[in-house]
């Protein structure tokens, strides 16, 4: 079964950049049409996609995001990246992975979470 | 951007009770809806997906239907492990897929 991993700095200072790395086990992670999720949670708040990874490398990123984020994925290393840049307390939360399958959009597999706090 | 609400925001509920929860989107959504059950301190975890089917190993006192705008999501008798919070998720639109509020079920 698959297992996704989410890992990175805790804690990020205003203005700079929040880099996250989801690692994949128990799967090739382009062993099928897959695409690579990530979705945030500020506490006590609901689930807000951020964007996604296609094994393809194709990419969608949320509007609000766009000119801020950046996904990658590394076939060798079996890990999906996260780069979000300019970040303020707004971007505050528990950051999740997550995979979904083309054609269908829902997410099956999830990472356990990771907080990262923006903060000076 | 597809907006999703959900009602009631809390249920507060008794084991054994069948519980009843909504759904609805901003504009048509076909049958392309999912739903998902969050423990504190956990990931959300799929339930049901295009609107009624069951995720694999879902108890079948989980079942979810509706189609378009409304959808319904249906614990026919609780049980003690089912209090959580309950999201639905659209993917008939994206970017962005969106998720509604979430539905807390906690104990009456």
């Known amino acids: 079964q698959v297992q996704l991993q989410e890992s990175g700095p805790g804690l990020v200072k205003p203005s700079q950049t929040l880099s996250l790395t989801c690692t994949v086990s128990?799967?090739?992670?382009?062993?099928?049409?897959?695409?690579w999720n990530w979705i945030r949670q500020p506490a006590g708040k609901g689930l807000d996609w951020i964007g996604r990874v296609h094994t393809s490398g194709n990419i969608d990123y949320h509007p609000s995001l766009n000119s801020r984020l950046r996904i990658s994925i590394d076939k060798s290393k079996n890990q999906i990246s996260l780069k979000l840049s300019s970040v303020t307390a707004a971007d505050t939360a528990v950051y999740f992975c997550?995979?979904?399958?083309?054609?269908?959009?829902?997410?099956?597999?999830w990472g356990q979470g990771m907080l990262v706090t923006v903060s000076s | 951007e597809i907006v999703m609400t959900q009602s009631p925001a809390t249920l507060s509920v008794s084991p054994g009770d069948r519980v009843t929860l909504s759904c609805r989107a901003s504009q048509s959504v076909d049958l392309n809806l999912a739903w998902y059950q969050q423990k504190p301190g956990q990931a959300p975890r799929l339930l049901i997906y295009?609107?009624?089917t069951r995720a694999t190993g879902l108890p079948a006192r989980f079942s979810g239907s509706g189609s378009g705008t409304d959808f319904t999501l249906t614990i026919s008798s609780l049980q003690s492990e089912d209090f959580a919070v309950y999201y639905c998720q659209q993917y008939n639109d994206w970017p962005p897929f969106t998720f509604g509020p979430g539905t807390k079920v906690d104990v009456k």
């Open positions: 295009r609107a009624s």
């Open positions: 128990g799967d090739p992670i382009s062993g099928g049409s897959y695409f």
């Open positions: 997550a995979r979904s399958v083309w054609p269908t959009h829902y997410f099956d597999f």
